[in-house]
T-cell receptor, first 111, second 106 residues
Framework: NAGVTQTPKFRVLKTGQSMTLLCAQDMNHEYMYWYRQDPGMGLRLIHYSVGEGTTAKGEVPDGYNVSRLKKQNFLLGLESAAPSQTSVYFC??????????FGPGTRLTVL | KNEVEQSPQNLTAQEGEFITINCSYSVGISALHWLQQHPGGGIVSLFMLSSGKKKHGRLIATINIQEKHSSLHITASHPRDSAVYICAVKDDKIIFGKGTRLHILP
């Protein structure tokens, strides 16, 4: 099993550009999550999904959109990137409301 | 006031020492998680607990629901234990602490 994978691992964007981060899991987990991690702050939940076709807002959803068209994939989109979105993004998945398994992270820089 | 407070923020110890990391929270919770973030950035879930105590190898996690406090202990610490340890509490949402950076010297 690959577990939770994220692509890309690194990306540099210019302000206003758009991009999509892909999270994939092969554990048949229902729940998937997108977090951001910034220096001096704890992980913060952006959006999450409790099943295929469902999404919900987390703590810091503004500026991001998500989609869960397939159970194994959870996409995070930035429509118009801003420097404040420079961060490390982690995806996670879980079987129900249980232990979360994290991806390796995506380091995004917005210039 | 942060809803999840960890102490200490940073800890340096010698190999072999007994390590304790504390987590206090101010909200009602259904579960508490301890996570380990490696120097390379990867995050691994260590424990999820809602009462009592759990043990895995040299790691022990305890929780006192009445006192809203949890501790993570590492026995016979080793340089490979050097990492950031993160406490997270879960009720209707999940809230993460800022982490404790542990450095074990050989």
């Amino acid at each position: 099993n690959a577990g939770v994978t994220q692509t890309p691992k690194f990306r540099v964007l210019k302000t206003g550009q758009s991009m999509t981060l892909l999270c994939a899991q092969d554990m048949n987990h229902e729940y998937m999550y997108w977090y951001r991690q910034d220096p001096g702050m704890g992980l913060r939940l952006i959006h999450y999904s409790v099943g295929e076709g469902t999404t919900a807002k987390g703590e810091v959803p503004d500026g991001y959109n998500v989609s869960r068209l397939k159970k194994q994939n959870f996409l995070l989109g930035l429509e118009s990137a801003a420097p404040s979105q420079t961060s490390v993004y982690f995806c996670a998945s879980s079987y129900g409301d249980d232990t979360q398994y994290f991806g390796p992270g995506t380091r995004l820089t917005v210039l | 006031k942060n809803e999840v407070e960890q102490s200490p923020q940073n800890l340096t110890a010698q190999e072999g020492e007994f390590i304790t990391i504390n987590c206090s929270y101010s909200v009602g919770i259904s579960a508490l998680h301890w996570l380990q973030q490696h120097p390379g950035g990867g995050i691994v879930s260590l424990f999820m607990l809602s009462s009592g105590k759990k043990k895995h190898g040299r790691l022990i996690a305890t929780i006192n629901i009445q006192e809203k406090h949890s501790s993570l202990h590492i026995t016979a610490s080793h340089p490979r234990d050097s990492a950031v340890y993160i406490c997270a509490v879960k009720d209707d949402k999940i809230i993460f602490g800022k982490g404790t950076r542990l450095h074990i010297l050989p």
